[in-house]
């Protein structure tokens, strides 16, 4: 007898066989079958872990950017010492690279063991398309899948997996006694025992589900580290300076490292721009706005000149000069109004925040991997000083003197340029303006108009017409945003479940994994 039949016919006797439970009552007339779960015998754990309510798996992996942190790979079991600081904990290495060691973790790339949000295969908060997105991937092979959060039904849960370069995706449904099923001919007490079942018989399902879906990079930390996440203000020598990215209104931006170790981006701002105090103050509110379509404030350095303002950094710097670069050689309509959803959706944010933007537009939203757009430079609109010295290489045309201010025309809405009045709702008539540059690939609104004549016709009902190939429910949107009376205008709510559901979600467009 070699190993492996040793090994089998020691199962025999310590692991219980398949069961077939007693049918519950409810389930009678479907004559289902329950399946437990069933241990590999040749996947047994490496090391055994002490387990309390305390334990954690890494979701991600995180390498050390201080001396205080602990560096930890995706599988790794820690435990969480102290949970006082909220989104850093004090944590020691069970299993891992630290193993033993202790230091602090960004909360946000651990979950409890056992939890469903430790498997691997579950991607909490990811739509369909992202679903789509994420298993057509290329790093993927036949059979990945993911279990996420359905869009349609709230609470209820789907299945995507990849199957010959389509993804499919199923309802994962519960029966009255809390069973989950896929067919209605076999249920399971746990998701887990489901995903295992499959994952070793097609049974009704495109295919046989394979590995779990790659997880995209790892989200960002609250905060560079534990101890800025409260002290923000950081000194400058922490900050180096490594290459210019670009220049605006008020201020170059360079890519830089913070501590040696981690990339970052950096306002340097011209000085006069602002008034310290003014920043300060509108900063601690910004800071506090966590979204993951708002580029995330890191650090301050405002003692001394220039202030720095220390973000996340963006790997393809701004929608406008990215949709200029593209022009439609790459993106597409699905792409065009995804992007459009994901401004939305930090904008909705926003709004239930009761924050305005006061400058939406391409030239604030950022551009990272696989088109991840975010909303950048909120809320700055309301401390720059307008009066301050607009030659710079920004773009001069945009920003135009009115009465001692400036502002942005031709994305700003007629009540904030003739009122000084500046609400969520102006800011949903820039979003209509920002739906035409991306619509357009970042063309100047109104091409043919100056400044002062976008005004005037304004004035008189005119609005700019439908871009050449834009969808007319898109069109209908951007209108809708241009609506004169603020009131009418939708929220940021509305236009992203409109922008969202472009792809009609309805149940047809599931799979059915019975009809097999
Ligand atoms: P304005 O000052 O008129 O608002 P702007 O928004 O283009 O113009 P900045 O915010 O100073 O000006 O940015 C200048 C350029 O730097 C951007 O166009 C973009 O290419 C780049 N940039 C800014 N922030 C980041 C970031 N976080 N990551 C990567 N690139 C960035």
């Given at each position: ?63 050390a ?5 602990l ?49 691997l ?29 359905c ?29 989950y ?158 992007m ?12 239930q ?43 001069e045309?945009?920003y ?8 942005p ?65 898109l ?42």
């Open positions: 007898m070699d190993l492996r039949d040793r090994i089998v016919a020691c199962c025999q006797i310590t692991f219980p066989c398949l069961k077939k439970k007693p049918t519950p009552t409810s389930n009678e007339k479907r004559d289902i079958i329950v399946i437990q779960n069933v241990p590999d015998p040749f996947n047994v754990p490496q090391a055994t872990v002490p387990m309390s309510d305390n334990t954690y798996i890494a979701l991600y992996g995180y390498t950017r201080t001396a205080e942190d560096s930890f790979n995706a599988g790794d079991t820690l435990q969480a010492l102290d949970k006082s600081c909220g989104d850093w904990w004090l944590a020691r290495a069970l299993t891992g690279v630290s193993q033993n060691k202790q230091g602090y973790i960004p909360a946000n790339y651990v979950a409890p063991v056992e939890s469903l949000d430790a498997e295969w579950y991607f909490a908060g990811v739509k369909r398309v992202d679903a789509e997105k994420l298993l057509l991937s290329g790093e993927n092979q036949n059979g990945a899948f993911l279990i996420r959060d869009e349609s039904q709230v609470g209820e849960l789907s299945l995507s997996v990849l199957d010959q370069g389509r993804v499919k995706h199923y309802k994962v449904k519960r029966l009255d006694n809390g069973l099923f896929v067919s209605s001919n076999r249920a399971f007490p746990t998701l887990k025992e489901l995903v295992q079942y499959y994952s070793n018989n097609d049974d009704g399902l495109c295919v046989r589900l394979g590995l779990p879906c790659r997880k995209s990079e790892a989200p960002q930390t609250h905060g560079l580290s534990y101890n800025t996440a409260d002290h923000w203000e950081i000194p400058r020598s922490s900050i180096q300076l490594m290459r210019k990215l670009g220049a605006g209104q008020f201020g170059e931006v360079y890519e830089g490292r913070w501590n040696n170790t981690t990339p970052v981006a950096v306002k340097t701002l011209k000085p006069g721009s602002m008034d310290s105090l003014d920043f300060l103050r509108e900063a601690q509110i910004m800071k506090k706005l966590r979204h993951p379509k708002l580029i995330q404030l890191y650090a301050v350095c405002t003692m001394g000149e220039p202030v720095y303002i220390i973000t996340e950094l963006m790997s393809n710097g701004s929608l406008h000069e990215y949709l200029q670069k593209d022009r439609g050689a790459h993106l597409r309509i699905n792409d065009q109004i995804e459009s959803a994901q401004v939305a959706s930090g904008m909705a944010y926003l709004e925040q009761n924050y305005i933007h006061r400058d939406l537009a391409a030239r604030n939203v950022l551009v990272g991997d696989n088109n991840v757009v975010k909303v950048a430079d909120f809320g700055l609109a309301r401390v720059f000083l307008k009066d301050n010295d607009p030659s710079s290489d920004g773009d045309n945009v135009e003197a009115r009465e001692g201010t400036k502002f025309v031709k994305w700003t809405a007629p009540e904030a340029i003739h009122d000084n009045k500046f609400s969520i709702k102006s800011d949903v008539w820039s979003f209509g303006i920002l739906v035409y540059e991306i619509m357009t690939f970042g063309q100047m609104p109104y091409p043919t108009l100056t400044n002062y004549q976008v005004v005037q016709k304004l004035r008189t009902g005119y609005r700019m017409a439908c871009p050449p190939g834009c969808p007319k429910v069109y209908d949107i951007m209108m809708e945003c241009w609506k004169d009376a603020p009131s009418d205008r939708p929220t940021f709510e509305t236009l992203q479940w409109k922008l969202e559901d472009y792809f009609d979600l309805d149940d047809s467009s599931y799979d059915d994994a019975s009809r097999y």
